[in-house]
């Protein structure tokens, strides 16, 4: 808006629903002359005022603005101006008669020169008029659709009236109009009246309406009259109100009314509630509240009378949390119309709290309690108002207190407080002070408690050095010894002891402290039976009583006894074949069993059954004597013998040589068994270890681990960072009947991508079964590989956890449940076009380049637009749309076909651009997740047949034969060295300012068509020439600037590189230089869904 010296003046806004809701500014627009100027004319603001408006286009002092009148300097003029109207005189303040044409000019001291004349006709007050003028509606409530007829009657208040010596005139907004405006008049003795009828009102018969009345001799006078036009029917009109702001003292009662006319008056449909709103520090949106009519405190009151409503609100001992904006919401039929108050209740004191906010652990005589590591976020609120001073303090080890740092100042509609991020690490005491505007303070203290677990009592058994293998280690038998702990918060204040049965004998006990909690340790040695029963572990405070039970159970113990008696006959065992003998003896614990032989240990046979039973698979002659078996326990022995006959026995037909011969054979053969078992017992034991992490993978992918959790207000760390943290979202599990993996495409050190069709899920007829989707399907190189597994479940978790965005490649779903058999599955969508990188080198000979270099006159002087230029050495270019502005219509017509196919792959300079911007979209998307990708290269960039980029590659092993992935120095850590900063080859620091240069390279990569970075240079040679500050040339195709931004990426320095969102913007301004026909919202900056995200979420379970 272009100002002018005529824009002074005083400028007014006010509500729709409330027109006494106004505000008003007077604005002074500086000109060069002091005064606005002044036309000719008569002004007056009663009958004997005069007013001048001299007004200025500057606020001036009154003493330096004067006036003349006919010449004459007018006495003590500044008592009578303002700066904003003028002088405004009465005539009784004129000591001079004025009468006629008269002169007046403002003159300002400070500028003489330049005064400001008006000539004003004064006229003398006339008579009292016989003639009185009025204004006849046919309603009083105009609206659309309405027919609608207005009157201007001029009546005589005493006698006759001559008719045709009075002219009446209506002008209105469709007055003009015939075919919707007509007039009527009529006339008698004593009246005349002008009716103007307009037939089915609108919108534009809203307005100002005038009345012309010209009496003959004497000039015409102008009535005014404004018609709004309801668009609707019904409507509603406040005619009274109380004041707009209310101030209460609590305990005092207040009263809300308004007064409303409603039409139609029949008054059905009408309705009306009161309601409160407010804002507190904590909650983040504004609160409402309905009031209703309650026997304690408010009542509500509606009377409706002929169209008239009376609408009231009482309250009776208002207190401080009632403040807020009072709004009475009336409706009516389809119409709907509010008014508000602003109700501040002013408090007697200062109301301090503290409120905590996060997960607590338990709570112990009414105390909450937060284990280690916890995110807090605690409030300091102060109600009052006028709003308190509000001080937050912790209290130091030495007893002193101290105000908390790195704190947030929240409000209120009446709190005020301040809002404190911390993790509990230890307990601590906080005091919250406020002080209202009196200066009076009041405090409130409060103690957050940090124990890493609620009071629980446990037992240690520790054995008796008689204890048998065969004893169950969980039962306590006669003679253990027992350690009964009770774990409970760390608090001087408590007083803990331990007490055994219904007598409540007290058991000595030593107490051990820790950081967050204290132990209470009671020692029973040698346990007997009279020792079970009920312990409890006490907690006393001054009030209170807490009690932790724990219930001992003692096995009393028994000697081993023969459950069979020793048998008195031997035992027949034939030659040959297998026998199978048991062990009678039983005792508490239960006994170990030895089997002995003519009184030595029997090593042959197979023993089962906890040694209970020994089985003889073949009954040789040796079987023959006397076998004893002994059971032993804690409290003593026993032993069940029998003797043996074997009957059958074959003499031997072998010579000493053969047995010989024979035996070595058999040892030779049993060594070889021996190998062979040894070797499956190894391959056993690996494949259910194998089996074991591969189970603990799977657990691990379907529950977020715990760990430390992250506070939305503190800074988030990166994906990889907090991997334990992240979930696998079940929603993606995919049917494995539904998914048919295809040939393989590609390959890595740890895992392979193969193509893939996928069925729709629940299909339902046999067309919608036919209909599959192409796909990309990722999977471990060796299934049963636990590293192999894990790099690609911590690709899927990190895929899950980034989301859907247009230029960051979509995650399908997974095959994830059966792990533990080797099969992981992750389905991607499939990128027609492949990485970027291939794209790039396989079009190099369909490459046009757009960029065209100016002559040297051009560059080096005054451009084609009129602007100067810096001279220099530098040659610049321009883009082949900027001198031939139908290069890119008809570039966007060769290179794609209607249907979006690509005809003979033509690639340009404005597809390099494209791409850089949308590679640099999606990074700026992963960058505020954050999420940072350590591998940004064009190889890892997927293209669609629409040439719309994907970010891909999340995790998956680099492929080791690649000489990009290594330096000669460490050949066996597979790292992109060509495209890593300095920091990140030296230190190994990734961060989104290492992914910056990364980026850089990728440009290169770009504007070479697939070219390697650094060519001239070997790979144990590249971080030295970095450190130098050797970098890439500028490539041949890329345009000033953009390589200006490649060399911003590279700076040694990682906090002076550009961010993402620069470079799109900057990216972004090239485009439309390059490409303008290019639709830059279709690209869907920010987060958003990728365009075929509707078709893969039907292929899910």
């Known amino acids: 808006m272009h100002l002018q010296e005529s824009d002074t003046g005083t400028y007014k806004c006010h509500t729709i629903d409330d027109e006494s809701l106004e505000d008003h500014v007077h604005v002074f627009v500086y000109d060069s002359r002091p005064f606005v100027s002044l036309k000719t004319g008569l002004f007056s603001a009663s009958e004997d005022d005069i007013l001048v408006r001299c007004v200025t286009t500057k606020f001036v002092k009154k003493q330096n603005v004067n006036l003349k009148i006919n010449g004459k300097m007018f006495k003590d003029a500044h008592k009578y101006y303002r700066q904003t109207e003028g002088f405004k005189i009465s005539g009784k303040a004129l000591d001079l008669k004025l009468d006629g044409l008269t002169n007046f000019e403002c003159v300002y001291l400070n500028d003489p020169e330049q005064p400001s004349q008006i000539n004003i006709e004064i006229t003398q007050p006339m008579a009292k008029s016989n003639f009185q003028v009025s204004w006849n509606e046919s309603s009083e409530w ?84 404004t018609i709004e036009v ?37 008054g059905t449909g009408y309705s009306s509630k009161w309601i409160r709103r407010y804002t507190t520090p904590i909650r983040e949106s504004e609160q409402t509240e309905i009031l209703l009519t309650d026997q304690s405190q408010k009542t509500i009151v509606s009377e409706k009378t002929d169209g008239r409503v009376k609408e009231k609100l009482d309250v009776q001992g208002m207190t401080l949390n009632m403040s807020g904006i009072y709004v009475l919401v009336t409706t009516h039929k389809d119409e709907i119309r509010s008014v508000e108050w602003k109700v501040e209740v002013k408090s007697k004191k200062a109301q301090p709290n503290i409120f905590v906010r996060g997960v607590d652990s338990f709570v112990l005589f009414d105390q909450k309690y937060y284990k280690p590591g916890t995110s807090l976020s605690i409030d300091c609120i102060v109600a009052a108002l006028p709003l308190a001073e509000v001080k937050f303090e912790k209290k130091n080890p ?68 008689k204890a048998t293998q065969r004893e169950d280690p969980k039962e306590i038998y006669e003679g253990d010894d027992i350690t009964l702990d009770c774990n409970f918060p760390k608090n001087d204040d408590w007083d803990t002891t331990w007490v055994f049965g219904s007598s409540r004998k007290s058991i000595p006990a030593i107490e051990e402290s820790q950081t967050y909690s204290k132990h209470l340790i009671a020692t029973l040695t040698n346990v007997s039976s009279a020792d079970a029963g009920e312990y409890v572990c006490v907690l006393k ?15 009393k113990i028994t000697r081993p006894f023969h459950t069979k008696a ?42 089962s059954n906890n040694n209970q039973t020994l089985y003889i698979p073949r009954v040789l002659n040796s079987e023959e004597g006397k076998f004893v078996c002994e059971g032993r326990n804690r409290a003593g022995s026993a032993n069940y013998t029998f003797e043996t006959r074997v009957d059958g026995a074959e003499e031997s037909s072998f010579s000493s040589g053969q047995m010989v011969l024979f035996a070595a054979i058999i040892l030779v053969l049993l060594a070889i068994l021996c190998c062979c078992f040894c070797a499956f017992l190894k391959q056993r034991r690996k494949a259910k270890e194998q ?123 997974a095959i994830t449940k059966n792990m533990k058999g080797g099969e992981l599955y992750v389905v991607v969508e499939m990128c027609e076009l492949g990485n970027l990188k291939e794209f790039l080198q396989a079009n190099q000979n369909n490459f046009i380049n757009e960029l065209k270099l100016l002559p040297p006159e051009t560059a080096n002087g005054e451009t084609k637009d009129g602007y100067l230029r810096p001279t220099g050495n530098k040659q610049r270019s321009q883009y082949a749309f900027q001198q031939d502005p139908q290069w890119a219509m008809s570039m966007e017509t060769d290179r794609l076909l209607p249907d979006g ?60 034969e690649k000489n990009y992935y290594r330096m000669t120095k460490n050949p066996d850590l597979p790292q992109p060295f060509r495209w890593m900063s300095i920091e990140a080859i030296r230190k190994r620091i990734f961060t989104q300012e290492s992914d910056i240069w990364s980026f850089g390279i990728l440009l290169y990569e770009l504007f070479t068509l697939g070219g390697i970075p650094y060519p001239t240079i070997p790979n144990d040679q590249l971080i030295e020439k970095l450190e130098e500050g050797h970098r890439n040339s500028k490539p041949p195709y890329c345009h000033e600037d953009i390589y200006e931004l490649m060399r911003r990426c590279w700076l040694a320095e990682p906090n002076q590189r550009p961010n993402f969102h620069q470079c799109t913007d900057i990216l972004k301004g090239h485009l439309e230089m390059c490409s303008p026909q290019v639709n830059l919202n279709s690209f869907k900056f920010g987060i958003s869904q990728p365009e075929n995200f509707d078709i893969f979420s039907n292929f899910l379970i």
């Open 398 to 465: 030495g007893g002193s207190w101290q105000e908390i740092g790195e704190i947030v100042l929240v409000s209120g509609t009446f709190e005020r407080g301040l809002t404190w991020q911390t993790v509990a690490d230890r307990t601590m005491q906080l005091r919250c002070t406020g002080t209202d505007q009196n200066g009076k303070s009041n405090s409130v203290l409060r103690t957050i408690r940090v124990s890493e677990n609620a009071p629980r009592a446990t037992t240690r058994i520790t054995k008796s050095e």
């Open 541 to 555: 405070n001054d009030t209170r009583v807490e009690e932790v039970k724990q219930i001992i159970s003692i096995t």
């Open 566 to 607: 020793d048998p008195d006959e031997p035992q027949i065992l034939q030659w040959g074949e297998p026998t199978t003998f048991n062990c009678n003896i039983s005792g508490t614990p239960n006994p170990d069993i030895i089997w002995y032989k003519d009184e030595n240990v029997y090593t042959d046979g197979q023993l």
């Open 901 to 960: 196919k690509q005809k003979n792959e033509k690639l340009a300079t404005s597809d390099l651009i494209s791409f850089a911007m949308q590679i640099s979209n999606g990074m700026e998307y992963l960058a505020m997740i954050p999420c940072i990708h350590r591998d940004l290269a064009a190889r890892n960039i997927l293209l669609t047949s629409n040439r719309i980029c994907r970010i891909a590659d999340f995790g998956l092993a680099k492929n080791t």
């Open 691 to 813: 089996e074991r992490a591969l189970g603990i993978l799977y657990e691990q992918l379907m529950r977020t681990q715990e760990g430390p959790l992250m506070d939305a207000k503190m800074p988030k760390l990166p994906l990889d960072q907090r991997l334990h943290q992240l979930p696998y979202n079940k929603n993606f599990e995919l049917d494995r009947k539904c998914l048919e993996v295809g040939h393989r495409i590609g390959c890595g050190q740890f895992g392979k991508v193969n193509e893939g069709m996928l069925t729709k899920a629940r299909v339902t007829d046999e067309a919608a079964a036919k209909r599959r989707l192409h796909v990309a399907v990722k999977s471990p190189l060796v299934g049963t590989n636990v590293t192999h597994q894990k790099m690609l479940a911590d690709e899927l978790k990190i895929m899950c956890a980034i989301g859907k965005h247009p230029n960051v490649v979509t995650l399908i779903g």
């Open 230 to 266: 309801s668009p609707k029917v019904a409507q509603i009109r406040v005619i009274e109100r109380g004041k707009p702001e209310i101030l209460v003292e609590e305990g005092e009662s207040m009263e809300l009314k308004a007064n409303v006319l409603i039409y139609p008056l029949d």
């Open 142 to 225: 105009p609206h659309v659709g309405m027919n609608f007829s207005i009157s201007c009657m001029v009546e005589a208040v005493e006698g006759k009236m001559i008719p045709y010596h009075h002219q009446l005139n209506i002008s209105c907004p469709r007055c003009a109009n015939d075919e919707v405006a007509h007039s009527s008049k009529r006339h008698d003795d004593h009246r005349r009246t002008l009716t103007m009828n307009i037939e089915s009102l609108t919108a534009e018969d809203s307005g100002v309406y005038n009345c012309t009345w010209t009496k003959e001799g004497n000039k015409p006078e102008t009535f005014f009259k």
